[in-house]
């Protein structure tokens, strides 16, 4: 079962391409951050998780300055291929300047391709919020009854929320478990799960997970507990040099992980519900809430957890998570949790520099606990 | 740089305005900071005083103010990629620089995301560090066309901020201000289009670089009789150049559009290297954005919130590929351009990621060419001169050779 799902995670187009001939259902990519996946299920349309991948950077050049996040330059990239002719639509959501303006660069780059872009409301005045995503669930609905054919009735709903409920479940305990028995799993294979959920449909994954929950063993394990924060966990194999490095990673604020799946799915086609879904589970850096602060939020979830240190993991150039980063690791710091920024592209290779600096914060982090056993 | 009288007025005003805001506190009033692209007739309607940390921090670019700022946001954790405004804006308050020796402290803030996401964050970022209170109004950026859904979503939200505003000033919202403020705005805004249409003259009687600096009025005090006065002022003296023949430089030979933000620190080098060739900007799509509110016909109408609601969702930098396209190729068209200049303004990512495709669909059309500049509005470590000199020369040659 794991090495089935791994398999998905590292070949992510053969994957999907399995599916879709299975399953016949047009493909319609789901891109950062927060749309709300269940309405692609109604309609009848297979969504994929497009959240950056490790190409080279080559065609995308033409069309996207090096100054744009590597995240939106690899999904261009990636898109831009004939190979990925087969999908039927790009849905965008709001969240950042960088992935609004990623969505009009389609229209030229892509001119066949539908895309749509969700405006998830950030706003002050939260009596607003409803009206406005009552009307952009109708333009959700639209869109999708153009590319998949099919527009859903709430009983076609009723059905995809409840298996994306069950999705939700599952991925929780397995975060549960993790936290408890983090030697179970390797931190790369973890998250090789979790990543294998977003190419292939949620009734094939839902089957696969709960097998493979049955099957973990429950093994503490030694080892530096940290937690991870940023947009995202690319690339993948950056979590093989936090295996080398004797961490155990028993949580994560990952906007394409912890906080994605930490929404409940709107239970009903309503724009109340979607608003319930977008104000639930975990705080976003692109998430407009008065008042929120996340750095007390993460380090009231570092102790919950049990963890030993914090890890930022910093997607270049991701603009919401680094206006947000300086407050928490103030925060951390203050609350006296260690704390380590790592930086990486999505088409990073090369991770000797990170390695170092990881290998001296999980030092750092076993003196810490030798002065408080001593103590 | 154009010598116009209007100059020492506009510096007059401005200093003016820095002074009472900075005196808020001494006259009791109240002091919000405010996004450029916010509806400041609503703040004027309560006789709260607006303060731009915008224009702020583009005049600390334009007195080389800027690197000591930056380098103090770095220091305090805010990585080189984001936007140079917002550090400029975090390290003038940290050391109180800058000109003004730091800008007085506000009571509130009202951010409006017309302009970007960027300023969300931003303002989070002001939020925490003053501890007052934060108004925030979606805009959404205008994929396609402005819709009713959204001008309705903007407008629920002005009544928020109505309350908002009543709450925090203490009193009721004031209609008839608000009214005499959105004509006070309409009447400014309607003066700055014509100062803009002025380019049209051939010879442009003043070009992009004086708008970048005669901007400062119908950002900071728009909504106000003040704004009025001076660009009828500067419209009044505009009309007299072209009716003598009066160019902005000499010998003008090549007209050209200037994209996205002014690169601050370098705005004479720039008139002077384009002016030995005879070049000269007579259009911007930056300084238009604020002539774009004008567009929407504020004066006399029912609705105000829902025609203040539309104009807002209008500049520029918040419009789809399709738009930028067509307006470029109609200011090429309307003010006889021979070619494009695109500012890539590094940490500007709402109005830089589209301009390479943009570039070459409007050179497609038109047949005029383009060149992109790559650098950043206030961060002059950005700015590597031989690059930018070659280039533009190899252009400026290219459009001669056309012509």
């Known amino acids: ?204 994954f839902n089957p696969r997970l709960r097998s493979l929950l049955e099957d973990l063993d429950r093994v503490g394990g030694e080892g530096a507990r940290v937690l991870l924060s940023g947009i995202v966990p690319q690339p993948l194999s950056l979590l093989k040099v936090f295996d080398a490095a004797g961490t155990r990673v028993v949580g994560d604020d990952f906007a394409g992980a912890y906080r994605l799946f930490s929404k409940e799915p709107a239970a009903a086609l309503l724009g109340s519900e979607i608003d319930k879904y977008l104000l639930s589970g975990a705080p976003c850096s692109t998430l407009h809430r ?86 | 740089m154009t010598k116009l009288a209007s100059t020492s007025k506009m510096k007059e005003i401005m200093g003016t305005y820095y002074l009472e805001a900075k005196n808020a506190a001494h006259n009791g009033l109240k002091v919000a900071w405010v996004t450029s692209g916010a509806p400041v007739e609503y703040l004027h309607a309560v006789g709260a005083i607006p303060i731009y940390p915008e224009n702020y921090a583009a005049m600390c670019g334009a007195s080389h103010a800027t690197a000591e700022l930056l380098r103090k946001a770095e220091s305090l954790g805010y990585a080189g990629e984001l936007c140079s405004y917002a550090r400029s804006d975090f390290g003038a308050e940290a050391l109180q620089g800058g000109p003004l020796m730091g800008l007085p402290r506000p009571d509130f803030l009202v951010c409006a995301s017309n302009i970007c996401n960027t300023v969300t964050k931003w303002y989070q970022v002001l939020s925490r560090h003053f501890q007052v209170p934060l108004f925030l109004v979606d805009m959404p950026f205008v994929h396609d066309d402005i819709s009713e859904e959204m001008v309705a ?79 009828t002022a500067l419209v009044e003296e505009l009309r007299e150049r072209v009716s003598r023949g009066e160019g902005s430089i000499p010998n003008e030979r090549i007209r050209l559009l200037w994209d996205n933000l002014p690169i601050w620190y370098r705005i004479k080098y720039l008139a ?26 504020l004066e006399g109408r029912d609705d105000l919130a829902g025609a203040l609601a539309r104009a807002y969702l209008s500049p520029f930098i918040n419009r789809g590929v399709r738009y930028r396209i067509e307006y470029l190729c109609r200011m090429i068209e309307e003010f006889s351009l021979d070619g494009f200049l695109m500012h890539s303004d590094r940490t500007c990512k709402p109005y830089s990621l589209t301009q390479l495709p943009v570039k070459e669909e409007v050179q497609r059309r038109t047949g005029k060419p383009g060149v992109v500049l790559e650098a950043d509005k206030v961060d002059e470590t950005a700015f590597v001169e031989a690059a930018i000199t070659t280039r533009l020369e190899a252009f400026l040659e290219s459009v001669l050779c056309r012509n």
């Open chain 2, 272 to 297: 002077d290297f384009l002016a030995n060739w005879g070049a000269v900007p007579v259009v911007a799509t930056y300084t238009n954005s604020w002539a774009l509110i004008g567009d929407v016909q």
């Open chain 2, 153 to 231: 979503y903007v407008k629920g939200q002005f009544a928020g901020l109505e309350e908002f505003l009543a709450e925090i000033m203490g009193r009721p919202f004031d209609r008839d201000r608000f009214s005499e403020a959105v004509l006070q705005s309409a009447r400014a805004t309607e003066l700055w289009r014509e100062v803009l249409e002025m380019g049209k003259a051939r010879p442009a009687p003043l070009n992009s670089f004086d708008t970048f600096i005669h901007l400062a009025p119908i950002v900071t005090l728009r909504g106000t009789p003040r704004a009025v006065e001076y660009y």
């Open chain 1, 1 to 204: 079962m794991l090495d089935e799902l791994r398999e998905a995670a590292e070949n992510p187009r053969a994957e999907v391409m399995k599916w879709l001939r299975v399953t016949g259902r047009p493909v319609v990519a789901v891109l950062p951050a927060y749309f709300p996946e269940p309405l692609v299920h109604a309609a009848g349309a297979f969504p994929v998780g497009m959240w950056g991948n490790t190409l080279p950077l080559g065609a995308s050049d033409s069309y996207l300055q090096s100054f744009s996040c590597s995240i939106a330059r690899s999904i261009l990239e990636l898109a831009l291929k004939p190979e990925s002719d087969f999908i039927a639509g790009f849905i965008f959501t709001s969240m950042c300047d960088n992935f609004e303006t990623l969505a009009e660069v389609f229209k030229l780059a892509l001119p066949r391709k539908p895309v749509f872009t969700f405006v998830i409301p950030n706003t002050s005045h939260l009596p607003s919020r409803r009206p406005h995503l009552e009307r952009e669930l109708d333009r959700a609905l639209a869109f999708l009854s153009r590319v998949a054919g099919k527009r859903p009735s709430p009983e076609d709903y009723a059905r995809s929320a409840k298996l994306y409920g069950e999705f939700v479940r599952l991925v929780r305990e397995f975060y549960r478990h993790r936290a408890l028995f983090p030697a179970a799993l390797s931190n790369y294979d973890f998250y090789a799960v979790l990543k294998a959920s977003f190419f292939m449909p949620k009734e094939e």
């Open chain 1, 290 to 375: 008065d008042g929120q602060d996340r750095g007390k939020y993460l380090a009231a979830r570092v102790r919950e957890l049990g963890a030993d240190g914090f890890v930022n993991w910093h997607i270049k150039f991701c603009e919401p998570e680094a206006f947000d980063r300086p407050h928490l690791l103030d925060e951390l710091r203050r609350q006296g949790i260690p704390t380590l920024v790592l930086e990486v592209e999505t088409s990073s290779r090369n991770f000797d520099a990170l390695r170092t600096r990881l290998e001296a914060f999980v030092e750092l982090i076993r003196q810490e606990k030798e002065k408080g056993a001593v103590s």
